[in-house]
C-alpha cells in the first residue's frame, strides 16, 4: 500500500479533529484513534489514509497504548484514569500532525 499524500492526510486530520471536537461536546471523546477512525473520511483514500495515520499515532507513542500512559511513564502525569485535561493536549497533537503534514507541501 502506498503512502497517503500530505494533502489526503491534511484532510482526513482535519475531519478528525471536527469530530474530536463534536465528542468532546458531547462529553464522549475516546481519543484521536477512535476521532480518526469516526472521522467520515470517504473515497478510495479511506482505508489507506486512516491506517497511514493510526501507525504515525501509535508509532509516536511506542510501547504504550495510551497517551496518559504515555504521559505517566515519562513523569508529565501524576493521576491515572480517564481525564478530560487531556482534551486541549489530544487538540494540540492534531493540530501539530496537520501542520508536519503542510510542511510537506510547502
Not at 5 to 18: G, V
Not at 52 to 69: D, I
Amino acid at each position: 500500500m502506498t503512502r497517503p499524500t500530505a494533502q489526503e492526510c491534511i484532510t482526513a486530520l482535519e475531519a478528525a479533529k471536527r469530530t474530536y471536537q463534536k465528542q468532546i461536546k458531547q462529553d464522549n471523546d475516546y481519543g484521536i484513534c477512535v476521532a480518526i477512525y469516526a472521522s467520515h473520511v470517504t473515497g478510495k483514500t479511506k482505508e489507506k489514509v486512516t491506517t497511514h495515520l493510526l501507525y504515525w499515532v501509535r508509532n509516536m507513542l511506542g510501547q504504550y497504548q495510551l497517551l496518559e500512559v504515555w504521559q505517566r511513564c515519562r513523569g508529565l502525569r501524576t493521576t491515572s484514569g480517564w481525564d478530560h485535561n487531556l482534551r486541549p493536549v489530544r487538540l494540540a497533537w492534531l493540530d501539530w500532525m496537520i501542520e508536519e503534514c503542510k510542511k510537506e507541501l510547502s
